[in-house]
């Protein structure tokens, strides 16, 4: 029996330009996906509980190592990433089953492949992905990401972020977006055309916050991660990924003195997935989420990535 285990991820900030060349920054949370594979003795006795994900998954496998088949397993998948959120769900699970099933088939694997090859799934999933989630679920840590650093095999930033900090930080899930990622990074693509001059204010200055968020996590300086939180929301409601329900819940929890915004894809409808929230006192993150009814939960930041499990 084979086990493997992924982190989900967050955006600090950086989503969407990233696919543009800037730089992102992103760090991993304590949610993981868990997949556990076992050999089977015939095809009949495989249990289909995620058919769509191998029909992705296997041609991807079997190109790298240039094989027709796979001896059958039995695939079980569970999660504590919400699907749809923006918490790298489709990475994460997609890196661990590769993992896995690299191991059933006695592949010796490192991190590097895992991520090529998550790559591969995530193209398939998102159309035009920058990289930056899988690369993230593999690695773990802190990550400064950027599309074109992506062949010199960059590692995780060797930095934590100080626990003044990230003890502060909340998700609030919204919900499953009505729109995928894929479909909000056409969008951006479209508006990129549309409105070329907006569109390259809105890079320059996603690239100038993401590298002030970085030297503000550095420094520990609260004062200047709220200002950057909530300057770097203001910049991705330009380009049109943050939906008005969202927008409200954000513009709320700045009243009582934290920040927050929105973390990956977005949405334009209603839900968004989940809201990155900081507050000194997160007393009033859970009270301004209540008041929407919705959850919200305090996490780890910086957990180790992708790895076997004994
Ligand atoms: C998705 O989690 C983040 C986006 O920047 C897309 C990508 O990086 O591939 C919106």
Redo the contacts with the bound molecule.
């Keep these: 029996m084979i086990k493997v285990s992924a982190p989900g991820k967050i955006?600090l900030l950086g989503?969407?330009a990233?696919?543009y060349g800037k730089p992102?920054l992103l760090t991993t949370v304590d949610l993981r996906v868990n997949v556990i594979l076992s050999a089977a003795k015939d095809l009949s006795r495989m249990r289909d509980t995620s058919n769509k994900l191998k029909k992705v998954i296997e041609p991807i496998v079997k190109k790298y190592l240039k094989i027709q088949t796979i001896p059958p397993y039995q695939l079980n998948i569970s999660s504590q990433i919400p699907i749809g959120s923006?918490l790298?769900s489709s990475a994460a699970v997609s890196a661990s089953y590769i993992a896995a099933l690299l191991s059933f088939l006695k592949v010796q694997w490192d991190l590097n492949l895992i991520n090529d090859l998550t790559f591969e799934a995530?193209k398939v999933f998102?159309g035009?992905?920058?990289?930056?989630?899988n690369f993230t679920v593999c690695f773990g840590g802190l990550v400064w990401f950027r599309k074109s650093d992506q062949d010199r095999q960059i590692k995780p930033l060797n930095i934590n972020i100080s626990p003044k900090l990230s003890k502060n930080f909340c998700l609030i899930n919204t919900g499953t977006p009505k729109e995928s990622?894929k479909k909000?990074?056409e969008n951006v693509k479209e508006l990129s055309k549309k409105k070329p001059k907006l569109f390259k204010a809105f890079l320059q200055n996603q690239e100038r916050l993401t590298k002030k968020m970085l030297s503000a996590i550095k420094k520990g300086n609260e004062d200047d991660l709220i200002r950057i939180i909530r300057t770097g929301e203001k910049n991705l409601e330009s380009i049109g990924v943050v939906s008005p329900y969202a927008a409200s819940i954000i513009k709320k929890i700045e009243k009582v003195g934290g920040a927050a915004k929105i973390c990956?894809?977005?949405g334009k409808t209603k839900a968004t997935g989940v809201l990155l929230a900081y507050h000194q006192d997160k007393k009033k993150l859970t009270e301004v989420a209540m008041s929407y009814n919705l959850p919200c939960y305090t996490i780890t930041l910086g957990t180790e990535g992708l790895k076997q499990e004994s």
């Design positions: 955006h989503e969407h990233v696919v992102a923006g790298g995530e998102h035009n992905p920058s990289g930056g989630d990622t909000m990074v990956g894809g977005g």
